[in-house]
């Protein structure tokens, strides 16, 4: 049997591979038939099909390390070497300016190209070039949410549903962002939620989002330097959480600890699940691998797999037992829950649904903002709370702000932002910052400390919040 | 003349004919055109249309007797028989792989082919699949509702519009869905509601639901066997009814009588209507076929025909005097019939508007369950009150039982799921009762006791319910 | 110069113009270029177009007299005269079916026939196949409404967002739904709203729907036996009116006047407009021909042109003195100036807003009659209240009748379907006592006297109700 | 090497470069490749098209000097001389005509063109025109709105809820839109809003809309003739803000000063940064080119580059101190500040939000007048108030003179009528006079003194009015 590699292919050969369903593509002289990769390809099909029919050395020299073909695919993928000889002047050409009509790559070759940083100028933006550029399963861990996706998508349409009352004749010349939170400063009243397995959109992955962070002196979950607060999932096993705790403490770097309450059960994530998981894939916290099964392929499940559905408000004094560092609860949803937590003296709450991830139908964030403006408005002087959720611009910052909210968080646009690296992460803040200057000039304010509930009316959405415990009128 | 029978057609004569507007597929070497066919063909057209220009002999034997072509097709639809010496290695080969380009059913080959039944992981997927491969008429059937399909589409949407109000940090480490209905246990708050022709979509039909019903131990309208109650309904002829009660009565397994109070009059199902009934089929209840006349070919009006619209208060007197099983009213839509039916020392109620299809703009189920929550909450320590109607999530069951609900019924999900026979509505009730769990843990509650109404957030319809009677403000 | 008469032209070249923008027909042997005709074609292009490239002689003659061409086309759009002998067996085929990719006409050639009457099951039937096969004109002068269609469509949309509560275990064995209006019995509450132009869809126009009218036993607006009520509107020169009044006294089958005040000014019905105006056609009432202005071609427009705007409450004092018939007012759109009809002692009032016509944002009618529910009940025992604006239902027909309404009026579906001749406006009038019977049934009744408010529930819409004069709170 | 200027390239060459893909042009027997210029040339890439393949000579000379396409084409983008010797008798037949199939263009060439000035009947006509024949860097200017368009949409949305209650029987024979305003008469309540860069759609720009508004004898901002008011954004530099101050004092046709107080900070209005800037562009007020940045190429952040945001209630004082005429507040945005500047002694307002274009969810101005009109409507008495945003029908003129204004502002609009010049602005004004004609007779009234709020119903906007400060219920 003659191997592949003694085997020659003129370009003529390889250009009459040029489609999604039959794609070859040369490396290094080396003809690959990459047709059934083109889906598993972390960087998307698209980037490939670029190549479809051609010699693509140069373009898979810049991203990969010479191996990654081989350690990918099997060897009988590999359709033999190039016939050099039979290369001509066209064979640069890519294949869609040749016959535009022929290859279905023609159609959108640029869609599915990252396009320039500098062209995105908005939140939206980074998700729109995701959605398009990500792997499929990337794009579908990331932007999915539990079953009907109600909640996911109210967090951000109750913030487009409250009205600014800008006041004109205001001074504002000077507007300064910036505000205090976990007892250090913050540039603006903005942290970067903690979000799993960035290195699905790039490979510096959580290092990305953290270097970016750090260079902006924003707040940060769960990095490894700079100023950050830590996300406690309670294990099952308490030692295990104990350990981490005391690990924690000692870090003159983590400025609290967090600890998620809103992750009872993992939400059923249904785009995540109907998209096989690579099963060579690390679950960070779960001591497992990802699976696929019954229910699916979700990422989600599995993580949450380890995390304590036992937890109650007992605990809660366990934990302070394990550090002095200021302690919140993250995943409150009811006007209820932040008195109980305001009464067991915690430090403060994070407002959050999980991004809509976990429960479908649970109650937008700004919501519940807006009911403990309503029912205890002497919360806001007891503890802090922020507010996750659906913020994609600076004016839903301002008006989670004019609400009481001390800071929000942002996290699938982080996640979004990090298909560029730190430098995608540093551009989504900039914009937040500059959008959040010109959303306080205009309504007529200089600083955080003016922000107040008369500055927005949310007649649109107040029959969303309830009023009072129990349905009798 | 010579006789279609003794022509003889090559393989490549066959393969010309392989578009839905021109179809010819072979079965046992007769070569038969089957255009006319496609679109009367009861298990829909695409899956003719797989074979579309080849041989079907293989597939055909799957699911037909041999002589159901002939019946079916009038013998100049015969083209001749196949000329065996023509056939060549790409014979087998479906005409879509051929050349995508050039013939129409390329397009959505695998679109129409029943997706396997472990990627379904919703209602949703039930029900999508149904629509792509049930056919037309059986479509039209279990999907109609009322004239312009309001009611149908707010039964869901109501669900979607109620909110929870999660609790935290409560130990949901051992939930429990068990619950108890008609007197019984069920391993959840749902029932399969009685649905008819069930074959249309499946060849084991009804047994498919009630043999899932009996394994996954719920209750299920009018079944042959396991737990069930019987959905009456009341015969013009009343010494029928009387009959059947006396039948009812003696069988162990029924554990209840459910009357129907809402089809006074048949609904007008326009879908139903519009696609011609196969007269040949028999109408259950109803003692005759289906019919097509000037109204349309609607199976759902036929159905109704004998039921007595002149049932009143007073019958159901008669029906206790015919049995000693508890007695439930279906169909009630108004917290005043609820009121009159406790009056009435009935057991129970089921709210319902028979999924929308008997009169459009009838309230949502969910609506006149959030009615009886403020009008009278007593009445739900009085009777047990069930709930059916746009049920397609655990999260839908656990409002209804946050509201009041004993357990709610799902209609046409059972259906849909019915269309993989028993294994499929097992499959459907796997993923409901995972849903439920899910939801219960992630508002705090481990056992269905703990449901209450300020579990949940109604604000977005409060103003579809009746306050009271009257319209004076 | 050879005359074309003379020219002969081969089968094969006819058939070579056969797509929309290049069409020849042949009738009675001469060859037509009626590409530029299409569009204006009172029976729309259509059915032209299915004989486009070929011999329409036969179908032509079923519709038109032999000297219809010859009158609307010009001399030189005559090509010359088929030359049979080159007629072959194919010649009768339609171009679609020769070849379906090379004919624009290929693509829906049977979306443009009217669909058999039989098959329309529904008043949205008989708009949608009006809206595929009458002209553009006739289509967009019937369907047009005023400016932004707000006011039209709210009109249907607010029907819709009122719900039944319906009423079970009441013997609705026998249903009746004949009622009383202007004096006289009707077999159901409903008439057919006056609507001019109804030859513009058919050739019978006004008789057809006075015929079926008259058949059916129902009330119609102006027509010219059986059972009807005269809509006046006022002329400028009263003489004219007094004399119309003289008239309408003296004919036994004018059960009344109707005074309509809803039509100040013509209102701006943009889609009448852009439509060029064939300016051979006499418009009714008005004393000129249509005409295209620098406003556009709007028949709407012309016809208001002699109404007179200067009518005030003191003009119905001499309109009763001209008539010792029963005096409505046709266009209430407040319930202030109801109240003004009832302190005037005229006999009923018809809430309406021309069916969005003439001024967008007009309230929809049904709001209006609710506005009277709240604010001066007592009204509908002194006069009788009608509506119209909106009923596409039997359901429609129900509510409006809960919320005290006499009867209802039909205008725009009557007119589509006069679509079909008398025989079309008989089946829409048997549709809709056919779905009312259904809605009594379902709701619990059986005569329209035990119709009354507590079997609706309107909290969808009692915001857009007026609850009295002022916009203090 | 041959210079491309003696190349001789045939006609039939140049024709088989026409579509957008691939385009050449003859122009002065230069044979260009326009291909790449398709995007950028200012007057949109339609009108090239429509020469795609052929000679533009008489088309270019009517518009452009000779040496437009020398400069702004590079040499190489020259292919030679047309060989005159080839053009046949086909030459000029557009490519369209020739073969529909063949050539892209052909596909929407009349969809580029400007509809005829009296086929536009509305103001949403000329929109529509302006967004298929302007550049699309006009288009992005003029149409663009601060980040998610919430405000601009909602500004037209809102007036688009509120209903009329039409009065019957008032003479409404002559009716008369004339007010008073600025202390001048106006032929109806309506004043063209001051816009800039007119001239980007039509070379007359602000001339044509001054001439229009001169011959209508409509109030217009900031022209050199005519009746006007004068909008002032108050510069950092505050001597030549007095110097414009003392200009306009000294200038009879100048009524009034509007001081502009809704751009503390220029919005992000990101259709406007997407498109490259031209930056030979002078914008007007900034003393400086427009430019491109790494926000992206809006025109409206460098124009707003200069605005004082400084700007308090005390500089209104020093404005008063340098002008005799009456002051103006332009952009009020809550009750709270129109009670302010009555307090100050202001001459009136203009409620504001500049289009939606500052501050993307600032309250839609018809909800502002509505809050002063339950706040304070005696402000009514003591100023004017003027309202823009979102005015498009004669009916929104009138809904806001009927809720308290004394005029209302169109911007957008008028710069879309400037697509067609001087005719075209004074067509648009006809249509907004004779749209307020018909509403003024439909709901009763012949003046505008009788409009009042009771002719409207604001019931389904009312919730997005703030009805008092403060949250507390």
């Known amino acids: 049997m003659i191997k592949s590699k003694d085997r020659l292919v003129s370009a003529q050969q390889v250009s009459q591979h040029a489609t999604p369903n039959d794609c070859w593509i040369v490396v290094d002289r080396q003809v690959w038939d990459v047709t059934d990769f083109l889906e598993e390809h972390p960087g998307g099909s698209a980037i490939i099909l670029k190549y479809a029919g051609r010699d693509a050395t140069t373009a898979y020299a810049e991203v990969h390390s010479p191996s990654v073909l081989t350690r990918n695919l099997s060897p009988e993928k590999c359709k033999g070497m190039l016939d050099e000889s039979t290369v001509d002047g066209t064979w640069d050409t890519p294949a869609a300016a040749k016959d535009a009509g022929k290859t279905a790559i023609a159609v959108v070759p640029d869609a599915s190209a990252k396009p320039p940083l500098h062209t995105l100028i908005s939140a939206h933006d980074f998700e729109e070039a995701a959605s398009r550029t990500a792997s499929k399963k990337t794009w579908a861990f990331y932007s999915s949410a539990a079953t009907d996706l109600i909640t996911r998508d109210a967090n951000k349409a109750c913030f487009d549903r409250i009205w600014f009352r800008p006041r004109v004749l205001r001074n504002v010349r000077d507007v300064d962002t910036r505000t205090r939170m976990l007892g250090i400063d913050s540039p603006l009243p903005l942290f970067v939620s903690p979000a799993a397995m960035a290195k699905m959109i790039h490979p510096d992955g959580e290092c990305a989002i953290a270097r970016a962070c750090e260079a902006k002196g924003v707040v940060q979950g769960a990095a490894p330097s700079g100023k950050f607060f830590f996300q406690l999932y309670v294990n ?88 002095h ?14 008195i109980l937590a305001m009464e067991a003296g915690l430090d403060g709450i994070l407002l959050s649904n999980h991004g809509g991830r976990n429960l479908d139908t649970s109650p937008p964030s700004i919501v519940v903002l807006l009911e403990l403006q309503r029912r205890c408005p002497q919360i806001f002087g007891r503890m802090e709370i922020y507010v996750d959720g659906g913020i994609r611009r600076g004016t ?3 008006k989670a702000v004019c609400l009481g909210a001390t800071a929000v968080g942002m996290g699938r646009s982080a996640l979004f932002a990090t298909n560029y690296g730190q430098e995608g992460v540093e551009h989504l803040i900039d914009i937040i910052q500059d959008e959040l200057e010109v959303a306080m000039r205009n309504i007529g304010i200089t600083s955080l400390n003016q922000a107040h509930p008369d500055l927005v009316h949310t007649g649109d959405i107040d029959h969303l919040r309830m009023e009072q415990w129990g349905l009798t009128p």
Chains 1, 2, 3, 4 share one sequence.
């Open 396 to 398: 839903d910052v301002l």
């Open 236 to 323: 099952r096993d308490r030692s295990k959480s104990a350990e981490l705790l005391r690990e924690c403490s000692a870090n003159p770097t983590i400025k609290a600890i967090f600890v998620t309450v809103d992750a009872a059960a993992p939400g059923k994530r249904e785009a995540d699940e109907r998209v096989k998981a690579d099963e060579s894939i690390s679950v960070p916290m779960a001591p497992s691998q990802a699976r696929n099964d019954k229910k699916g392929g979700g990422l989600g499940r599995v993580m949450a797999s380890f995390i304590d559905p036992g937890l109650t408000w007992e605990d809660m004094k366990w934990v302070r037992e394990h550090t």
């Open 325 to 338: 560092l200021p302690v919140y609860l993250k995943g409150v949803m009811s006007a209820d829950d932040a």
